[in-house]
């Protein structure tokens, strides 16, 4: 998909809030189910089954059965359940094709495999008012034949059933059919450099992702995708566990994308490890990101910078934001709970490591953060700062909050949410703990602005008490069981 610079902005805000409107901010709405539970309010003709009420079941074991004897479409409706739910374990029979039409969204909350040659269709949004589809932790869908076949939205995607099927270089939509194990391969460069596809992960874990790239300068990650005009829809829908990605100096560093212009990266994750040298950028899932949308982001990674380091952030190194026509570059209902460090002269934060520009809301950080001598380091960001060309937004911080310890070596700027910050930044109701961080100065938010706005000390116990003023409890939730009685994301809950 090709967009003119002047289209970038509409297309990728219209993506951002369509995912507001819809899994980021509603709750759940009446859906048709596809569960064990008897079928009710249904009517099923000729291989189509339409939901007749508000909440309306339709029976897995029924639907095999159909599967069995031909293709068959589960519709939605407007004036009925809007929203599609599979809450059973579904395994389609007779190689035929399942289409699910929502008027709304889809929602994957169990697995679905396709043992034979036979397809999926999926089709969101019908009704044009935000829908999506995703998938709730451990649901996926696997592809298991030779010759099965996948179409989501009109895109007809290439499906990927080993690592090495990325670089098929002529098709423009990729999905995983099955987790990957990367085992025993050690990569010495970033294997994927992509001119513009999406990538679904389909709620698959590609594990064990090893790259050792030492030299200077370059990309190391798995992917690396920039280009000024072509926007990428997306990467998404995909876990990276116990990655290694290893990197030397004046290189941008991360698991998931090295560097990214213009994208939309949501419903991702990583754990492991990843390292850099002097001058690098380094982030857990992104090492840069330049005006894209980052949502349903989560890292449990162990990131560090050595000295010299430029920007270490336990989601992303650096990302940047503009304002022509509209604003671009948002993080959202995003967090990082693992450790992120680094040396001398590095902006460390949890989440970012220098935001310029970009928008970063409803995210939080629970690991330490800690930075080397003449560091910046902040709970949620090392450093906010403005493009000295004006060309970038004043960058902003709001509705989110760190827990993490925040330390530093001599002549470090420490602040509870922000290291180093510029003095028009729009910040508003974000948080730190003064008990946990090790800034229990109520006025040290950011560690070069006093009392800088919008940054507000609150005690352990009054972040595990209730949610924080200006939290919206459509995205945020409490429960003293989850998340050690923090607040979590709705649309992106810790691991149970």
């Not at 249904?42 to 095999?64: E, F, H, I, P, R």
């Not at 938010?445 to 609150?458: Q, R």
């Amino acid at each position: 998909m090709q967009f003119s610079v002047s289209h970038r902005a509409a297309f990728l805000l219209g993506c951002f809030f369509a995912c507001m409107a819809s899994f980021c901010t509603q709750p759940a709405q009446a859906a048709l189910s596809i569960s064990t539970g008897k079928t009710s309010h249904m009517t099923c003709s000729n291989g189509v089954c339409q939901a007749t009420a508000y909440d309306a079941v339709l029976n897995v074991g029924s639907l095999k059965k159909m599967l069995k004897q031909s293709d068959v479409i589960v519709e939605s409706e407007a004036h009925t359940a809007q929203d599609i739910e599979l809450d059973a374990a579904l395994v389609s029979k007779g190689g035929n094709t399942l289409t699910f039409d929502a008027y709304s969204s889809l929602i994957f909350n169990k697995p679905f495999t396709v043992p034979g040659d036979g397809g999926l269709t999926i089709n969101t949004n019908q009704g044009k008012q935000g829908g999506d589809y995703r998938f709730a932790q451990g649901a996926y869908v696997k592809f298991e034949g030779n010759n099965d076949h996948l179409v989501i939205n009109g895109n007809t995607f290439y499906l990927v059933k080993k690592f090495e099927d990325l670089k098929h270089r002529r098709v423009a939509f990729f999905a995983l059919a099955n987790d990957l194990d990367l085992s025993g391969h050690i990569y010495k460069k970033t294997p994927f450099d992509h001119p513009g596809e999406t990538l679904e992960g389909l709620g698959h874990t590609i594990s064990n992702f090893t790259l050792t790239a030492t030299g200077s300068g370059g990309t190391v990650a798995m992917y690396k995708i920039a280009s000024g005009d072509i926007t990428y829809y997306a990467i998404r829908d995909i876990a990276l566990t116990s990655v290694n990605i290893t990197g030397g100096d004046n290189q941008i560093i991360a698991a998931l994308v090295g560097q990214v212009s213009n994208a939309i990266i949501e419903n991702v994750s990583v754990t492991g490890t990843i390292s850099g040298g002097s001058g690098s950028t380094i982030g857990g899932v992104v090492g840069t990101d330049m005006f894209g949308v980052i949502q349903n982001a989560s890292s449990a990674a162990t990131v560090t910078g050595g000295d010299g380091a430029k920007n270490v952030g336990g989601l992303v190194g650096y990302f940047a934001g503009e304002c022509d026509a509209q604003c671009l570059g948002q993080l959202s209902s995003s967090f990082s709970v693992g450790p992120v460090s680094g040396g001398a002269g590095a902006s460390v934060g949890g989440v970012i490591g220098e935001n310029s520009g970009a928008q970063i809301l409803n995210s939080y950080a629970l690991g330490p953060v800690g930075g080397g001598s003449n560091s910046f380091v902040g709970g949620l960001a090392g450093t906010q700062s403005v493009d000295p060309n004006g060309d970038n937004a004043p960058p902003s911080m709001s509705t989110s909050y760190s827990t993490a310890t925040v330390t530093g070596g001599s002549g470090a700027t420490l602040g509870g949410v922000i290291g180093r910050d510029v003095s028009n930044a729009t910040n508003a109701s974000s948080y730190w703990d003064l008990d946990t961080s090790d800034i229990s100065n109520p006025a040290q938010g950011a560690g070069n602005i006093a009392n800088d706005p919008g940054l507000i000390g609150l005690s352990d116990a009054q972040l595990q008490s209730g949610l924080p003023s200006g939290f919206n409890p459509n995205i945020w939730v409490q429960s003293e069981s989850i998340n050690n009685g923090y607040p979590y994301l709705i649309a992106n809950p810790p691991p149970q």
